[in-house]
T-cell receptor, first 113, second 114 residues
Framework: TQLLEQSPQFLSIQEGENLTVYCNSS?????LQWYRQEPGEGPVLLVT?????EVKKLKRLTFQFGDARKDSSLHITAAQPGDTGLYLC?????????????FGKGTKLSVKP | NAGVTQTPKFQVLKTGQSMTLQCAQD?????MYWYRQDPGMGLRLIYY???????DKGEVPNGYNVSRLNKREFSLRLESAAPSQTSVYFC?????????????FGPGTRLTVT
């Protein structure tokens, strides 16, 4: 069974701090997505990375796909209360049905003003 | 909500009752999915449908059935609800590209089985 391990599970920081969330696996993925989920809502896609070593930036968020396509990180610079939420990584599996993803268990981020 | 409508938003069932969760997408995507989300467990795939007329089991299919009624609609049925099925259920649909496998989710149905 392919697993995606996310760390840390919980993170509580002050506004303005930087943070990094990790997503690791022993399996190789065709792509890696990051989602953010707010309470009472469904996950919302933030970014997809598909090439080993790829780095994508979305304002203060920086996403990186590992060279071996087994891991990824999300770095937030100068976190703000609006960044609060559950961050989920999801890996696209080779083969299988189109669109089949493996989800990590998530990192719950709380940013205090 | 990424072009996904889920009904109902909340539901309380007694053990043994049945119900159908409805999902419709308006983005003309072939792939549709049903997930459940439990505290500390992330999203787990129940069933998916790669295209109209096809369905396949995911990681946790026991106790559920699905119907891909047409390209837009994918329903999830609980024939005899159990307390272990208390969860939040998300319907999603997938982008047509086979490489990226991005998925888009509805707002969820919060189900409690007593």
């Amino acid at each position: 069974t392919q697993l995606l391990e996310q760390s840390p599970q919980f993170l509580s920081i002050q506004e303005g701090e930087n943070l990094t969330v990790y997503c690791n696996s022993s399996s190789v993925f065709s792509s890696l997505q990051w989602y953010r989920q707010e309470p009472g809502e469904g996950p919302v896609l933030l970014v997809t990375v598909v090439t080993g070593g790829e780095v994508k930036k979305l304002k203060r968020l920086t996403f990186q796909f590992g060279d071996a396509r087994k891991d990824s990180s999300l770095h937030i610079t100068a976190a703000q209360p609006g960044d609060t939420g559950l961050y989920l990584c999801a890996g696209g599996r080779y083969g299988g049905s189109q669109g089949n993803l493996i989800f990590g268990k998530g990192t719950k981020l709380s940013v205090k003003p | 909500n990424a072009g996904v409508t889920q009904t109902p938003k909340f539901q309380v069932l007694k053990t043994g009752q049945s119900m159908t969760l409805q999902c419709a997408q308006d983005m003309n995507h072939n792939s549709m999915y049903w997930y459940r989300q439990d505290p500390g467990m992330g999203l787990r795939l129940i069933y998916y449908s790669a295209s109209e007329g096809t369905t396949d089991k995911g990681e946790v299919p026991n106790g559920y059935n699905v119907s891909r009624l047409n390209k837009r609609e994918f329903s999830l049925r609980l024939e005899s609800a159990a307390p272990s099925q208390t969860s939040v259920y998300f319907c999603g649909h997938g982008s047509p590209g086979t490489s990226f496998r991005e998925q888009y989710f509805g707002p969820g149905t919060r189900l409690t089985v007593t």
